[in-house]
């Protein structure tokens, strides 16, 4: 598992030897897009939307690539502010997974479509409080909806892929409302654009960015939305 931040030789070598990463399930094909979603002739201004699913470097990433996506922000969501902190959810007792807080142009790219990316790409959705080589509550598959709205796409689309048995195995993702979301440490903010050649960003998440390049080429954009630079 990653040894907050300092990621171990074995465990490499064993997630090299397992020939899994987060999305791997889905990272050869192109998923169905939710069949239900918002047109965005009736969405206004920006969106946001916070997702879980694993080391927040990966997702932060990935999202960073793709269209109409305008800031992403690694961060802590599900449980309370005052153990928001990178060594206090690391003990696996605070409640919060490791997320991502997306703003998007719902113009340029919708809630559903996010969530197809986000099934397909940024993380396995059928593992149980793990991804890849890290493992406990804070690394699970949850979608926090900030609407009524929100969660009735996210739920009917995992309905959706369940009854059309996109994975072998069941999708375990949560979804629950979105109570309080804050920003990790500033040594964590575009950690994947910064560190490229980190051992750990190179097996686990660089495939990521080079999955929504290959199977979703329309949504992918070569420059990232780096956070330093969407203030």
């Known amino acids: 598992m990653r040894n907050r931040i300092h990621i171990t030789v074995l465990a490499l070598t064993l997630a090299a030897v397992a020939g899994r990463w987060a999305g ?21 201004g920006t969106e946001t939307a916070v997702l879980a699913g694993g080391c927040f470097w990966g997702l ?6 793709v269209k109409g996506v305008t800031r992403v922000v690694a961060g802590y969501a599900g449980g309370t502010k005052a153990t928001a902190h990178y060594e206090m959810v690391g003990t696996e007792r605070t409640g919060h997974a490791e997320s991502v807080q997306i703003t998007f142009d719902p113009h340029q790219v919708s809630f559903g479509q996010l969530l197809q990316l986000y099934f397909a790409v940024a993380h396995d959705p059928t593992e149980l409080n793990r991804q890849g080589p890290d493992s406990g509550p804070s690394y699970r598959s949850e979608i926090f909806f900030e609407s009524p709205t929100q969660q009735r796409i996210a739920e009917a689309y995992v309905a959706q892929l369940t009854q059309a ?6 999708i375990v993702t949560k979804i629950e409302p979105e109570k309080g979301f804050y920003p990790a440490e500033d040594y964590h903010q575009d950690f994947l654009i910064h560190n490229p050649t980190y051992p ?29 630079s969407s203030h």
Do not use: C
């Open 165 to 170: 048995k996109v994975f072998s195995r069941p």
């Open 60 to 65: 932060q990433g990935m999202f960073e690539h």
């Open 200 to 228: 750990y960003i190179v097996r686990n998440d660089l495939p990521k960015v080079e999955a929504l390049k290959r199977v979703y080429p329309q949504l992918y954009r070569p420059t990232p939305v780096m956070l330093a």
């Open 24 to 44: 791997a399930e889905a990272i050869d094909k192109v998923i169905p897009p939710p069949a239900v979603d918002t047109p965005a002739a009736e969405m206004a």
